[in-house]
């Protein structure tokens, strides 16, 4: 088992910044890469980045790339979303994931999730 705590959320005004943290625990050796995904009201969870174990590949949803930054420190088993230029509709909670997949490409591919964080950007 893998626990994973989020943190970071908040209310944000359009434009502003947010860093989301997320800390593993528990089985960690058997993580590979991980992930952020994001769930708005009414809505499906989305994609939103990905990071290899070594944080080597990183990859990034359209609507997110050049705005969010992941990355990774291993030495404390926390993967972190900088979240830059933030607009309202990126307002959602937002989920780190762990996948035993060196690069995983479907949702379904992540084995461990996070009890998600709220983020909200006002207009």
């Known amino acids: 088992q893998v626990q994973l705590l989020e943190s970071g959320g908040g209310l944000v005004q359009a434009g502003g910044s947010l860093r989301l943290s997320c800390a593993a625990s528990?089985?960690?050796?058997?993580?590979?890469?991980m992930g952020w995904f994001r769930q708005a009201p009414g809505k499906e969870r989305e994609f939103v980045a990905r990071?290899?174990?070594?944080?080597?590949?990183?990859s990034y949803a359209n609507s997110v790339k050049g705005r969010f930054t992941i990355s990774r420190d291993n030495a404390k088993n926390t993967v972190y979303l900088q979240m830059n230029s933030l607009k309202p509709e990126d307002t959602a909670v937002y989920y780190c994931?762990?996948?035993?997949?060196?690069?995983?490409?479907?949702?379904?591919?992540?084995?461990?999730w996070g009890q998600g964080t709220q983020v909200t950007v006002s207009s």
């Open positions: 528990g089985r960690t050796f058997s993580v590979s890469a």
């Open positions: 994931a762990t996948s035993g997949k060196y690069y995983p490409t479907s949702i379904y591919e992540y084995d461990y």
């Open positions: 990071i290899t174990k070594s944080g080597s590949s990183t």
